[in-house]
């Protein structure tokens, strides 16, 4: 068996992927930035809104790749390091996106919620593809 990705047509799935956990991630990150921000806020509402942007996205991805595309590996059950690794790219990605947003003159709450999204679901992505990479 080849284990090479490009041979095998997996650097499709990973590129589809990539592509739904940082528009899913970013999209849920900025609403629960708007929604929570009454509830939450700094460093407290990037951890909120990256979390929920993390788990919603790699949701998403499962059911995009696996169920809909029908290609790709059914992640039904998750390695429990793999899930530590996780809520660490979340919080480590959420911490990055706050801080990106004190670049800007008013901290919206959109923005730090769809930078914190994004961040931490382009970690959890990193994550997924080393977990999945071929074993030598």
Known sequence: MD???EA???SGVTTVSLL???VVGTAVGALAGVFLSSIFHGQAL????GLAGTIVATIARNVLVF???GVGPNEAVIPWL???FGVIASLAGSLAGYEIAMLYEE???FIIGGLAGLLSSILMGL????YHMPKE
């Not at 990037?46 to 809104?49: G, Q, R, T």
């Open 67 to 69: 169920w809909e595309i």
């Open 8 to 10: 095998n047509g997996m």
């Open 20 to 22: 739904v956990f940082m």
């Open 46 to 49: 990037a951890i909120v809104a």
């Open 127 to 130: 994550i997924m593809i080393a």
């Open 3 to 5: 284990s090479d990705p």
């Open 82 to 84: 793999v899930l530590l």
């Open 107 to 109: 901290l919206l709450p």
